[in-house]
């Protein structure tokens, strides 16, 4: 678990869910689910300076050109999520 810099919210993984939740009101909560995006779990993830997005660094497995080997090739992506106004 990460606490944002603000001390505000706190921010979880579960699997390829991460999950953003008040401190002061667990209720409120904002989640994202990567493999909605055929994304993995992130391997690692930040809040920003501002406490406003969380910056993550995700591994996506994509299947070998046509005719070689059964082995994945990773494909690593950087993404922004701003879990309050829902965009990543």
């Known amino acids: 678990m990460k606490i944002s810099p603000d001390k505000k919210f706190a921010a979880f993984q579960d699997g390829p869910k991460l999950t953003v939740f008040r401190r002061d009101k667990p209720a409120e909560t904002y989640e994202i689910s990567f493999d909605r995006y ?3 779990k992130p391997a690692v ?9 969380i910056a993550v660094f995700i591994a996506r497995s994509l ?5 070689e080997g059964p082995a994945y090739r990773n494909n690593y992506w950087v993404g922004v999520w701003c879990p309050f106004n829902g965009e990543f």
């Open 63 to 67: 299947p070998p050109p046509a005719g």
């Open 45 to 53: 993830f930040r809040w920003s300076p501002d406490s406003n997005a």
């Open 38 to 40: 055929d994304l993995r």
